[in-house]
């Protein structure tokens, strides 16, 4: 029935349609407001181009596969990227609005925060809560099926993010709208210390990587996240309601998994054949502990300029 009511009322002038489009995406079960979700192809590409991060890869592709084929959520996804920098955290975060919207990551659909952009004045949280309640549930009327993006959560003044807590628990409510359909990616480098410490344990131990597990790192990350007195998590009310779904950890990088980084992105320069670019710069990067040199201090993230270095 709303289906037919939406064909109908497109026979009106553009001004009404466009209002009666936004009323129908917010409300029905088939959100149109540039909502394409592609599991199988979100699931190839965290495969494919996530290096050395398993946990990772089966927690986004299962918890994503779970909630949208959930046609009524009791909650939002709600997902906290964990670990060193250079490991995927914010790649995989756009390769969930890529597979999610028709226009990727440019739909006006997905949103981003950056802490020292959006929030710079740790003396006007009071104020940033308001703003960022208002926005958030502003474009949650605009369309249930959006996501936000809060990157740089270790520099977020402690106490805005909490704002947010009616919205990721299963009893509010916003007027015209599901907002148990949004989803919610944090990224942060709180916690990376847990992380790397249990990854160097499994590796000094002749262990293979993929034998770490989820129940290795979630409570303990969601411990040292909460206790951070620099993190944007410090002392939540999201992370002591447990509202956050998963707390995603990504493991630090091996040189094999950095010279991985390197090939990829000399394919993508149609370079695929510089074994010796690809050699070059693995062997350039600083690997710690400095006894065994096991991980990547950066993982990619210096990957691009390296290269360019020695093309």
Same mark, same amino acid.
């Given at each position: 029935m709303l289906a037919r009511l939406f064909v109908l009322f497109s026979f009106f002038c553009n001004p009404v349609c466009c209002v009666f489009q936004k009323l129908y995406c917010t409300i029905s079960d088939s959100c149109d407001c540039d909502f394409k979700p592609n599991i199988r192809d979100l699931e190839w590409d965290l495969y494919k181009n996530v290096y050395g991060q398993h946990l990772a890869q089966d927690i986004v592709s299962e918890e994503v596969a779970r909630f949208l084929h959930n046609k009524?959520?009791?909650?939002?996804?709600?997902? =906290? #990227?964990?670990?060193? =920098? %250079?490991?995927?955290?914010?790649?995989? =975060?756009?390769?969930?609005?890529?597979?999610?919207?028709? *226009?990727?990551? *440019?739909?006006?659909?997905?949103?981003?925060f950056v802490p020292t952009l959006h929030f710079p004045l740790p003396h006007r949280v009071k104020q940033y809560r308001e703003e960022l309640k208002d926005w958030v549930q502003g474009n949650l009327t605009e369309c249930a099926r959006s996501v936000f993006i809060f990157d740089e959560m270790e520099k977020m003044p402690p106490g805005l993010i909490d704002v947010l807590e009616p919205l990721l628990g299963p009893s509010h409510?916003? #007027?015209?709208?599901?907002?148990r359909k949004a989803i919610y990616v944090f990224i942060s480098t709180a916690g990376e210390e847990v992380i790397n410490k249990v990854a160097l344990e499994n590796r000094q131990a002749g262990r293979e990587r993929e034998e770490i597990k989820l129940d290795d790192l979630q409570e303990a990350i969601a411990q040292a996240v909460y206790n951070n007195n620099t993190s944007g998590l410090f002392q939540s009310n999201i992370i002591q309601q447990k509202l956050i779904t998963r707390f995603v950890p990504f493991?630090?990088? *091996?040189?094999?998994?950095?010279?991985?980084?390197?090939? *990829?992105?000399?394919?993508? @320069? %149609? =370079?695929?054949? @510089?074994?010796?670019?690809?050699e070059a710069v693995g062997g350039d990067m600083i690997y710690t502990p400095s006894k065994g040199k096991y991980f990547s201090s950066t993982g990619c993230k210096t990957v691009p300029a390296k290269i360019n270095f020695f093309l």
């Open positions: 009524s959520p009791s909650r939002p996804l709600v997902l =906290s #990227f964990h670990g060193s =920098s %250079g490991t995927g955290k914010t790649l995989v =975060s756009s390769m969930l609005g890529n597979h999610l919207y028709g *226009s990727a990551m *440019s739909s006006p659909y997905v949103h981003q409510v916003v #007027f015209r709208t599901n907002y493991l630090p990088l *091996s040189r094999y998994h950095v010279e991985r980084c390197v090939h *990829s992105q000399l394919c993508q @320069r %149609g =370079s695929c054949s @510089r074994n010796d670019v690809v």
